[in-house]
């Protein structure tokens, strides 16, 4: 059967330790409240001891974070100090995945923790085949918070979204896809939403 992998993840893109809110021994700390896959896949709202390993797999290519379970939130630190980007060079970040049929899907999620220094941020990934992507989440850059969304197509990465919001709005992200179109919003209270990316894209997966 064809697959998608679907991947809940924070990470920090910058090489000294993370700051602020962020800080955990040095490291970033995200909290996923809940995810919901009416369409694919299997909704979980954290509450267990440790995370279930029928529904999810946890990824660390660079062997330096952790995820734990904490009052029904999945929480992620990523080390400080080292590169855990995703970009061009592929998926370096640790992350939560689950997968997901190759079929239309909804995804939705609420993040604690909102990104608040440079090069932070957390969201939603989509992986297809070895090393491409498509990212949806809240980002932090020199212009502030943003909502943000890109695809990583046979190396290549394209913007597909990128504009500022305030802090009060990064809590819920949701990504529809319907069959090529991909569609992006987000919420400050998870009732009323607000559109953010709307694109095109073919998927291959192998």
Same mark, same amino acid.
């Given at each position: 059967?064809?697959?998608?992998?679907?991947?809940?993840?924070?990470?920090?893109?910058?090489?000294?330790?993370?700051?602020?809110?962020?800080?955990?021994?040095?490291?970033?700390?995200?909290?996923?409240?809940?995810?919901?896959?009416?369409?694919?896949?299997?909704?979980?709202?954290?509450?267990?001891?440790?995370?279930?390993?029928?529904?999810?797999?946890?990824?660390?290519?660079?062997?330096?974070?952790?995820?734990?379970?904490?009052?029904?939130?999945?929480?992620?630190?990523?080390?400080?100090?080292?590169?855990?980007?995703?970009?061009?060079?592929?998926?370096?970040?640790?992350?939560?995945?689950?997968?997901?049929?190759?079929?239309?899907?909804?995804?939705?999620?609420?993040?604690?923790?909102?990104?608040?220094?440079?090069?932070?941020?957390?969201?939603?990934? =989509?992986?297809?085949?070895?090393?491409?992507? +498509? $990212?949806?989440?809240? /980002?932090?850059?020199?212009?502030?918070? !943003?909502?943000? *969304?890109?695809?990583?197509?046979?190396?290549?990465?394209?913007?597909?979204?990128?504009?500022? =919001?305030?802090?009060?709005?990064?809590?819920? +992200? $949701?990504?529809?896809? /319907?069959?090529?179109?991909?569609?992006? !919003?987000?919420? *400050?209270?998870?009732?009323?939403?607000?559109?953010?990316?709307?694109?095109?894209?073919?998927?291959?997966?192998?």
């Amino acid at each position: 059967m064809k697959r998608l992998r679907q991947v809940i993840r924070s990470l920090p893109r910058k090489r000294e330790p993370s700051k602020g809110r962020y800080r955990r021994r040095n490291n970033l700390r995200m909290e996923v409240l809940e995810t919901r896959l009416p369409l694919a896949g299997t909704s979980d709202s954290f509450n267990g001891v440790t995370l279930d390993p029928q529904l999810w797999a946890f990824v660390d290519p660079q062997a330096d974070s952790a995820v734990v379970l904490n009052g029904g939130a999945a929480e992620i630190d990523v080390a400080g100090g080292t590169s855990h980007d995703l970009w061009a060079a592929g998926a370096e970040s640790p992350r939560i995945m689950q997968d997901v049929d190759d079929s239309d899907f909804v995804s939705e999620i609420k993040l604690d923790s909102v990104p608040s220094q440079t090069a932070q941020f957390n969201g939603l990934l =989509i992986e297809t085949v070895a090393g491409d992507f +498509l $990212r949806f989440d809240f /980002t932090h850059n020199s212009g502030g918070l !943003r909502v943000f *969304a890109a695809t990583l197509d046979a190396g290549q990465p394209t913007v597909r979204y990128n504009e500022g =919001i305030s802090s009060a709005e990064a809590s819920y +992200l $949701r990504v529809e896809r /319907t069959g090529d179109l991909w569609t992006q !919003r987000y919420s *400050a209270d998870g009732q009323t939403w607000n559109q953010a990316a709307a694109f095109t894209l073919s998927v291959v997966v192998d």
